[in-house]
């Protein structure tokens, strides 16, 4: 079982639809979690983080962290084409400096919004 | 501002020759630095990541080897490639000693062995 599950997808969905994205995860560890955007051969830019449980919201965007049972979500309000990317769930363990880059990665769901 | 350099770009490699990628960050000191690799399809892996001059953990065996010559500098090396380390590459930082900060990635390498 992999430590972090995350659908490939393709989700392809219509102008101003809301779109769920989802990750589930196996080690208790995780504490910290964060969500990448990756747009075709570029490096991911970090999109939402969350230390614990609850929910975050950055206008269009909120992430949601449900540590009870081991699964995260972020919501994407009013999608537009150019949120079309690949987006990737990612969680650390680290208590340390290397919190925010030491990183395990979901394999990235393939979003496309159509106009 | 904070920057990272990373390259080349692209790079077609045959099987059994070495290999040398280079990333460089301005703009700050001390940084934790890290190197990842993306299959096709899949989710990045964490490879090497340093917390400084000279420190180099790794994180799963491979072909691969990482070095920090000086404090913003981390490079990844091979010296015989196999058709198995065809990948894209990342170099990423952080912020380190209170100034624990988000990873930023550089834009990546796209190695073809062949």
């Known amino acids: 079982q992999k430590e972090v599950e995350q659908d490939p997808g393709p989700l392809s969905v219509p102008e101003g639809a809301i779109v769920s994205l989802n990750c589930t995860y196996s080690?208790?560890?995780?504490?910290?979690f964060m969500w990448y955007r990756q747009y075709s051969r570029k490096g991911p830019e970090l999109l939402m983080y969350?230390?614990?449980?609850g929910n975050k919201e950055d206008g269009r965007f909120t992430a949601q962290v449900d540590k009870s049972s081991k699964y995260i979500s972020l919501f994407i309000r009013d999608s537009q084409p150019s949120d079309s990317a690949t987006y990737l769930c990612?969680?650390?363990?680290?208590?340390?400096?290397?919190?925010?880059?030491?990183?395990?990665f979901g394999q990235g769901t393939i979003l496309t919004v159509h106009p | 501002s904070q920057t990272i350099h990373q390259w080349p770009a692209t790079l077609v490699q045959p099987v059994g020759s070495p290999l040398s990628l280079e990333c460089t960050v301005e703009?700050?000191?001390?940084?934790?630095l890290y190197w990842y690799r993306q299959a096709a399809g899949r989710g990045l892996q964490l490879l090497f990541y340093?917390?400084?001059?000279?420190?180099i953990s790794s994180e799963v065996p491979q072909n691969l080897s990482a070095s920090r010559p000086q404090d913003r500098q981390f490079i990844l090396s091979s010296k015989k490639l196999l058709l198995s380390d065809s990948g894209f590459y990342l170099c990423?930082?952080?912020?380190?000693?209170?100034?624990?900060?988000?990873?930023?990635f550089g834009q990546g390498t796209r190695l073809t062995v062949v």
């Open positions: 990423a930082w952080s912020g380190t000693g209170g100034l624990n900060t988000e990873a930023f």
């Open positions: 703009g700050t000191s001390n940084p934790n």
């Open positions: 340093s917390v400084g001059i000279g420190q």
């Open positions: 969350t230390y614990s449980s």
């Open positions: 080690n208790s560890a995780f504490q910290y």
């Open positions: 990612a969680m650390s363990a680290d208590a340390g400096g290397t919190s925010y880059g030491k990183l395990t």
